[in-house]
């Protein structure tokens, strides 16, 4: 199946043309009729499958075949995301497809000074791309009215559960028209995704193409197991010696991005920080700079592990595993996109044991181990993880003691037998 067998406009055929895409991936061709055709949607599929397009194509088709005249424009179409990195990722999509369309599309988000957005607010858009939390203070803020979408796309789902932000969604929802046609698209199909569906859907074609929490064929995946001490040492041999130009680098926390960052670049690597402690411009910053190829290592939390979208990135490279062991099937995703071939190290020690052996039960299969790494190796068990368990190094008959002092002790104070002198009195004394 091509693109124009899809019944997208001459229009939207030639900007797709232009970016040089051929055939829709099986996320647009079964989800881009759905909503050309009016109804709800609620689509998962693995990332890096076209899903922004797969709503922003056939948003765009609808949003032109009503057009409107009324001045300023008003907000016909609501596209909300979970990140600001997303938001300016898919405010490109929506400005790339749509460049041959008479359309005004603006981008909303915070850790930015709000004036220019509520200038372009005030000029009128047809579509918006936002945040939840700038959104909804603009919105009180009387910038934007939200009571003409007729569109509203719930993009990143689960992430945007994760992140906290259910209580700004209903809020926002509160403020659409009850008759609109929604769109939830989302990388995985989590049970609350579901949950949330059933509250804001209506009767919606549901679209899986791949098994949840799976991970793409043409990722290799691998395990360097080795001490915590030599991780940045194997890390930065991995990089050099090879020559590789483009490795996105994942750490737990915001403070290892930056202690990580300045220790690779004491190596001669050119390296960036990308973590929500660094100001939006230094963001954008970093992100232009790894993408047009002058720095070739972008260290970054798990704020790069959804929606970042990077064409025909080779390498990512765990370097602290997540906590949450979905979050490992995201962060392997910002490589092997379209198509391309990539390529997944995760650098273990035996402390992340626990964590490792949750991911190859979520995946369901084992990923391979390297054997030998040129430093030290060592093994994974279950066992290395384990918290320690407290010993109480007094004798049994004491221990006994306290357990059963425990249980009659209370925290009622005891009564005042009759008779007994009050505070006062006995301060009168």
Known sequence: MSFSQLGLSSEL?????????ETPTPIQRQAIPEVLDGRDVLAGAQTGTGKTASFTLPLLQLLTNKPTVQKPRPVRALI???????AAQVYESVQ???KHLPLVAEVIFGGVSPNPQIKSLHRGADIIVATPGRLLDLANQRHVNLSRVEYFVLDEADRMLDMGFIVDIRKIIAMLPKKRQNLMFSATFADEIKTLAAQILHNPAQIEVAQRNTTADNISQLIYPLKQEYKRECLSYLIGSNNWKQVLVFVRTKHGADRLCKQLMLDGIRCAALHGNKSQNARTVALENFKSG???????TDIAARGLDIEQLPHVINFD????????????GRTGRAGCEGVAISLVCPDEAKLLFAIEKLLKKEIPRVADTGYETVILKASD???AKKVDPRPRRHQNHTKERAKTTTNHPTPRKSGTPTAARRRSR
């Open 321 to 332: 595993l997540p906590a949450v062991p979905e979050d490992y099937v995201h962060r392997i």
């Open 294 to 300: 002058k720095i070739s290592c972008l260290v970054a």
């Open 385 to 387: 993880a384990a918290p």
């Open 13 to 21: 055929l030639q900007a797709i043309t232009d970016q040089g895409y």
């Open 96 to 98: 790339l497809y749509g």
């Open 80 to 86: 909300l995301v979970p990140t600001r990195e997303l």
